[in-house]
């Protein structure tokens, strides 16, 4: 029974530069969560989607961030134009249902430590 | 908004040493709290998770208390083993969906 699968481990781009960051949650969950782990900082959260649906992203930057859960296949957190300051852990977490208000824990990937030359 | 903070932030103790992690949380109207555990280089993997209305959750030699109305829970590690050494998140999921983590606790437990 797999967990949740993040891909690349580590990813290292140019500044102005795309960064793609995948995430396969575990197999029967529909509820996906990005997190963010700047160095020496704690986890932050950025966005929560459900397939084909944003429901929340306060936690995402307005500009150059986007996430989405397609119908099939992985979601995405996608950085445009990176700079300096993305550079960061980043963790894909899932559950069967919403976590909040039940008992079902978030599941956590490995993260993407994503490097920004 | 939601602040979670965790004391002490760095913990060295000798092996076999019972231990206790502190999580304090300032909005004590949440779903449920968690504890995690994360490697270096690693993610998070889930210890245990207290729901709003449980005081208190056990997991092999780990043991975890809720006091909601003081915006307080703890982490208690019987018998530490080296193994056991990783830094430790709390998080507490309010609404929405998002967990709100603490800073951590860096756990060293030496042979």
């Known amino acids: 029974n797999a967990g949740v699968m993040q891909n690349p481990r580590h990813l290292v781009r140019r500044r102005g530069q795309e960064a793609r960051l995948r995430c396969s949650p575990m197999?029967?969950?529909?509820?996906v969560y990005w997190y963010r782990q700047l160095p020496e900082e704690g986890l932050k959260f950025m966005v929560y989607?459900?397939?084909?649906?944003?429901?929340?992203e306060s936690g995402m930057p307005k500009e150059r961030f986007s996430a989405e859960f397609p119908k099939e296949g992985p979601s995405i957190l996608r950085i445009q134009q990176v700079v300096r300051g993305d550079s960061a852990a980043y963790f894909c977490?899932?559950?069967?249902?919403?976590?909040?208000?039940?008992?079902?824990?978030?599941?956590f990937g490995d993260g993407t430590r994503l490097s920004i030359l | 908004k939601q602040e979670v903070t965790q004391i002490p932030a760095a913990l060295s103790v000798p092996e076999g040493e019972n231990l206790v992690l502190n999580c304090s949380f300032t909005?004590?109207?949440?779903?449920?709290l968690q504890w995690f555990r994360q490697d270096p280089g690693k993610g998070l993997t889930s210890l245990l998770l207290?729901?709003?209305?449980?005081r208190e959750q056990t997991s092999g030699r780990l043991n975890a208390s809720l006091d909601k109305s003081s915006g307080r829970s703890t982490l208690y590690i019987a018998a530490s083993q080296p193994g056991d050494s990783a830094t430790y998140l709390c998080?507490?999921?309010?609404?929405?969906?998002?967990?709100?983590f603490g800073g951590g606790t860096r756990l060293m437990v030496k042979p």
């Open positions: 909005d004590s109207a949440i779903y449920n």
């Open positions: 989607l459900q397939k084909e649906n944003i429901i929340d």
């Open positions: 998080a507490v999921d309010n609404a929405g969906n998002m967990l709100t």
């Open positions: 977490a899932s559950s069967p249902v919403s976590s909040t208000g039940g008992n079902q824990p978030q599941h």
């Open positions: 197999k029967g969950h529909s509820h």
């Open positions: 207290i729901q709003s209305s449980q």
